[in-house]
C-alpha cells in the first residue's frame, strides 16, 4: 500500500494538489479552477486524487494559500502553513542554495528572500492587475491568442516596443496604440512580457535585493517571455522548477512530512462525498465584534475561526493550532 503525505493549496484562481511518497517523491500533482467556489473545488481535487492514488494510507495532510483555513477545517489538516513559508520549503527541496524565488500567480505576487535556507524578507502585491497572470490572461484575449502561446511568442520578437507597466489600464491603452501604428503581435506580447517584469520589480521587490540563484515559481513560470524578461533584468539565470505551477502544495506536503504527530488528523477521502456549507456571524459579546466564520459537515459544525479570544475556536475537530494559520 502506498503511504503519502498531501499538500493542498487553495488560492483564488487555482486549487492545487500534491501527494508525496514516503521518499519525498512526488507521485501525483493536480491543479484545477477554484471558480470562486473553493469548498468545491477543495472536494473536487480531493475526489480526483482518490481515484488516481487508489488504495493508500495518508500519514499527514498541510493545507496552505488564501483558503487554507478552510482547506485545513475541511480536510482535517495536521499543518496550516502561509504561502511564504510553503513556498519556500518547496524551493529549497529543488535547490538549497535558492536566495531570491519570484513568484507569480494568477490574482497575485510575491518575491522571497534567503539567507541560508532562512527566510529574510518578503513581500507581496494583491493590489494591481498588471504585475499578475490575470493581466497576461487578459491581454491574450484581447489579441486573439491562446495564453499558452505567449511565451514562444514572445521570443520571436525582432524588435520589441516599450509598453507602459506601472498600471493595467494604461498598458491596455499604449497596447492598443502600438498596435494602430503597426507594431506585430509578437513585439507587443514581448513589450507586455517586459512591462510585467517592471511593474514586479519597481513595486513587489522594490528595495529588496534580489540574488541568485533565483528560482520562478507559479503559473506564469510557464511563459517563456517572462523568464527571458527577467534574465536580462536581473543580470542572472532564472530557473524554473518542475512542478512550478503546484509549489505552495509541495512545499506544505513536504512540513507535514516532517510535523511532530503520531496519527494524522485527516478525515479521509470520503470528504470528497460529504456537504459542507459555511456561514458568517458577528459576536457581540465583547467591542471587538469579531466575524466569526462556521463550516458545517453534513450538517454538523466541526470548525470555527475568526475570534480574537479563541472561544469559538473550542469545538470538536476544530484547527488545534490557531497559531498555525497566520
Known sequence: MTRVHLGVDVGSV??????LSANGQVVEHLCIDTAGRPIHAIGQVLDMARKSLGKCEVLGVGSTGSGRVLAGAMLGADIVKNEITSH???????EPEVRTILEIGGQDSKVIVLSGGVVTDFAMNTVCAAGTGSFLDRQAARLNVAVDQLGSMALQSTNPVRIAGRCAVFAESDMIHKQQIGCSTEDIINGLCEALVRNYLNNVAKGKSLKPPVLFQGGVAANLGIKRAFE?????????????RVMGALGVA??????????TRFRGFEVADSEFNS??????????????????MDN????RWGGRCGKYERTERTLSDASNAV
Not at 88 to 94: D, E, I, M, P, T
Not at 232 to 244: D, F, I, K, T
Not at 300 to 303: G, L
Open 232 to 244: 536580462r533584468a536581473l543580470g542572472c539565470g532564472v530557473s524554473v522548477p518542475e512542478h512550478y
Open 14 to 19: 487555482s486549487t492545487k494538489l500534491v501527494a
Open 254 to 263: 513536504l512540513l507535514a512530512s516532517t510535523a511532530p504527530a503520531e496519527k
Open 88 to 94: 519556500a520549503r518547496a524551493a529549497l527541496s529543488v
Open 300 to 303: 454538523q459544525v466541526v470548525a
Open 279 to 296: 456561514r458568517g456571524f458577528e459576536c457581540n459579546d465583547c467591542p471587538n465584534a469579531c466575524e466569526i466564520v462556521e463550516l458545517m
